[in-house]
């Protein structure tokens, strides 16, 4: 083989070897499960969150710290004061929460995105 042919053959190679160079086709489930912050709503996106993470301590009779979390408008009350948000970004002067440590990404984008919607139910 010349180098002519050698060069013809790298190009081709290099050509159909990019095909797969995106990452919807090298990593599949990452793309089935973005993070969806769209259209946020206390009933689909945020209560299945406050349902998991935070009713165990503050959905008791004796909620800690006195702070319910069992209803809508209790979320909001705590989401409109300021709370909610500073303490599931671990903000300074807030205590994280959860207390097992911070929610993942994805959750607390949620969250703030639904207090910067204006908390649709």
Same mark, same amino acid.
């Given at each position: 083989?010349?180098?002519?042919?050698?060069?013809?053959? @790298? @190009?081709? @190679? &290099?050509? *159909?070897?990019?095909?797969?160079? $995106?990452?919807?086709? =090298?990593? !599949?489930?990452?793309?089935?499960? /973005?993070?969806? &912050?769209?259209? &946020? &709503?206390?009933?689909?996106?945020?209560?299945? /969150? /406050?349902?998991?993470?935070?009713?165990?301590?503050?959905?008791?009779?004796?909620?800690?710290? #006195?702070?319910? =979390?069992?209803?809508?408008?209790? *979320?909001?009350? *705590?989401?409109?004061? %300021?709370?909610?948000?500073?303490?599931? +970004? %671990?903000?300074? #002067?807030?205590? $994280?929460?959860?207390?097992?440590? =911070? =929610?993942?990404?994805?959750?607390?984008?949620? /969250?703030? +995105?639904?207090?910067?919607?204006?908390? !649709?139910?």
């Amino acid at each position: 083989m010349n180098g002519r042919s050698l060069l013809i053959m @790298f @190009f081709c @190679f &290099t050509l *159909v070897s990019c095909y797969y160079d $995106k990452e919807e086709y =090298l990593y !599949p489930d990452d793309f089935a499960n /973005i993070c969806d &912050t769209t259209n &946020t &709503t206390y009933t689909k996106d945020i209560a299945p /969150i /406050i349902d998991q993470y935070c009713v165990s301590c503050h959905g008791t009779s004796s909620p800690k710290a #006195g702070i319910s =979390l069992t209803s809508y408008n209790e *979320v909001k009350s *705590v989401a409109q004061s %300021g709370k909610l948000k500073g303490v599931i +970004n %671990g903000e300074p #002067g807030y205590s $994280k929460m959860p207390p097992s440590g =911070l =929610l993942d990404e994805c959750k607390r984008n949620k /969250i703030n +995105n639904w207090i910067n919607q204006n908390m !649709p139910q």
